[in-house]
């Protein structure tokens, strides 16, 4: 526990010092001296040369469906930097809107899992052990769960309603918070990689909706307490969209596993589908609960089992 307490009290300072070591290099200065526009222009050029590498080295190694599943992860994960968008205007939101937005995450959450997850690997599980797919899965499920169990044993962490308590005046609680949310968003971006991997490009696409949707509150969750510390709120967006930044990381991990492995593939899902319930079961549904019971909340997660469940059919 003493490594997990260095790693809080380090983690801002290594922050910050990284971010004043970038601005001391002559590239920076250099790129601050142009016009805003060619500065940007600059950057735009890079980033997107670094993602043509990128993407044109999976496509060549693995092929198209890693390529499309990976980019699925990414832009579930800048979804967090969606829902941190709020923060640029506000340093806080009423309990019924924020429980209403974790109620909707849990629901859409709950859809992508069984609809996503469960039933495909089972069908998956059954192709390759005739009459034993649900038994994998299961057993992924568990494995699942005990993986977060154990990360949240080695990570005790400040939970979604502690933004609104006075008793976070604490920078470590925030960053604790933080690294919570990042060591959760990593197994959601790798069950978006599973269900990509699993070839079914439909599944894929649900379930990439469903973790964008959920992180936007994760987002909000984020940036609102750092702004409330005194936090440039541009660098508050931009540590919630780091947050969500983990999921590609996952996502590539998943993707790329199982698909040179397929006979994972079921016990793959059933982790993924595992680890995303420990969260809703955990995290999620207590808070929208935690000042007492939460009407707004609980019809909140049926709209957003109802959306998945609808857009799921949909797809079909």
Do not use: C
């Not at 269900?195 to 490009?201: A, K, L, N, Q, R």
């Amino acid at each position: 526990m003493t490594f997990i307490a260095n790693v809080i009290n380090k983690t801002p300072r290594y922050v910050e010092s990284i971010a004043a070591r970038m601005k001391s290099t002559s590239s920076y200065q250099r790129l601050m001296e142009v016009s805003p526009i060619k500065r940007w222009s600059i950057i735009t050029g890079l980033f997107l040369l670094s993602q043509a590498i990128v993407f044109g080295s999976l496509y060549l190694i693995f092929g198209k469906i890693v390529v499309i599943g990976f980019a699925a992860s990414i832009l579930a994960g800048l979804a967090t930097g969606v829902g941190a968008l709020p923060a640029l205007f506000f340093k806080d939101i009423s309990n019924n809107l924020f429980n209403s937005l974790l109620g909707a995450a849990a629901g859409v959450m709950l859809a992508a899992t069984a609809f996503s997850l469960l039933v495909p690997g089972i069908e998956f599980g059954n192709a390759i052990w005739p009459a034993k797919g649900i038994y994998v899965v299961s057993l992924g499920m568990l494995v699942g769960a005990a993986f977060l169990h154990y990360a949240d044993k080695q990570l005790p962490h400040v939970h979604f309603d502690s933004i609104s308590d006075t008793q976070l005046n604490s920078l470590k609680k925030i960053w604790l918070f933080i690294i919570a949310i990042t060591i959760h968003n990593f197994p959601e971006g790798m069950s978006v990689g599973v269900s990509f991997g699993s070839g079914e490009m439909k599944n894929g696409v649900v379930l990439a909706i469903a973790i964008a949707l959920q992180n936007i509150p994760e987002g909000l969750a984020v940036a609102l307490p750092l702004v409330g510390l005194g936090y440039n709120k541009w660098r508050a967006v931009g540590i919630a969209t780091l947050t969500g930044l983990v999921e590609p990381v996952g996502g590539l991990l998943g993707i790329t596993m199982v698909t040179a492995f397929q006979s994972i593939l079921p016990i793959a899902m059933g982790f993924a589908a595992g680890a995303m319930l420990f969260v809703i079961s955990e995290e999620i549904i207590p808070e929208t609960h935690s000042n007492g019971r939460s009407r707004y909340a609980t019809f909140a997660l049926m709209i957003g089992f109802i959306i998945m469940m609808v857009l799921d059919n949909m797809l079909g």
